[in-house]
């Protein structure tokens, strides 16, 4: 038994260097270089705040996750079995 233990200060094993600087003024915005050419290409007109009001839309606005091209979701996560459901529905209650 150690009758004089010594408690030691906790020192975490991760250090941050130098303090958190968040810029003063926003920088340009750009499009994500993964964006579709022709959205890349109207980009500037759609990202100003302070254009006219927003005419329609030119492409299609989804609202639920179903209605969206099938490019954007994988092929094995949009069909779901009865069991599926059933085990979603239930809870996982289910599953037993």
């Not at 130098?18 to 270089?33: E, I, L, N």
């Not at 927003?54 to 779901?80: C, I, N, T």
């Amino acid at each position: 038994m150690h009758p004089s233990v010594k408690v030691l200060a906790h020192k975490p094993l991760i250090s941050f260097i130098g303090k958190r600087v968040w810029p003063a003024t926003v920088g340009p915005s750009h499009p994500h270089p993964a964006a579709p050419r022709e959205w890349q290409k109207s980009f500037s007109e759609k990202a100003d705040p302070h254009s006219s009001p927003r005419a329609p839309q030119d492409h299609a606005v989804f609202l639920e996750f179903w209605d969206v091209p099938a490019r954007f979701s994988k092929p094995s996560s949009r069909y779901l079995e009865q069991v599926e459901i059933d085990a979603i529905l239930s809870g996982g209650a289910s599953l037993r």
